[in-house]
């Protein structure tokens, strides 16, 4: 489990990376440890899935929004090496296709509004533009039988 840990910190760390995040800084290794930590007590709610073919390729995170318990922020990060080959669309498909077709939550992810790459991921994926918050573009999940 460390070893993930810490190369997740590496994929979160990677300049690409944390540029469009909400602090837009490198996280301290004390600091990721602590909230690998919390995921990992709350994972029975708000699953942490790492998609794996020999190496780790990426995350894809669901938590339950602070605002309403009935939302879902989605997250996905994908390892530097392999962006462009499908990763993000392969979690993404996984986790809504699981989804029952009466699935209650509403699903949004919290995008820079500078990173053009993640918004036209979400966009092809049936999200869309619900509000600006600050730096960030809040896209919500249209609907899960389209």
Excluded: C
Excluded at 71 to 97: F, K, T
Excluded at 126 to 134: A, G
């Amino acid at each position: 489990m460390e070893e993930d840990s810490l190369e997740l910190l590496e994929w979160r760390n990677d300049p690409d990376v944390y540029r469009f995040t909400r602090s837009g800084n490198p996280i301290a290794l004390e600091a990721h440890s602590k909230w690998m930590a919390s995921r990992l007590e709350r994972l029975a709610t708000d699953p942490i899935y790492i998609l794996e073919k020999d190496v780790n390729l990426g995350m894809f995170r669901v938590d339950t929004s602070n605002e309403d318990k009935l939302a879902r922020e989605i997250s996905i990060l994908v390892s530097a090496n392999h962006l462009g080959i499908g990763v993000g669309s392969q979690m993404i498909n996984l986790y809504l296709n699981s989804l029952p077709k009466s699935n209650y939550y509403e699903h949004f992810a919290r995008v820079h509004q500078k990173n053009e790459k993640s918004l036209s991921f979400f966009s092809k994926h049936n999200f869309v533009h619900s509000r600006n918050e600050n730096e960030f573009v809040i896209l919500k999940l249209m609907s899960l039988n389209e």
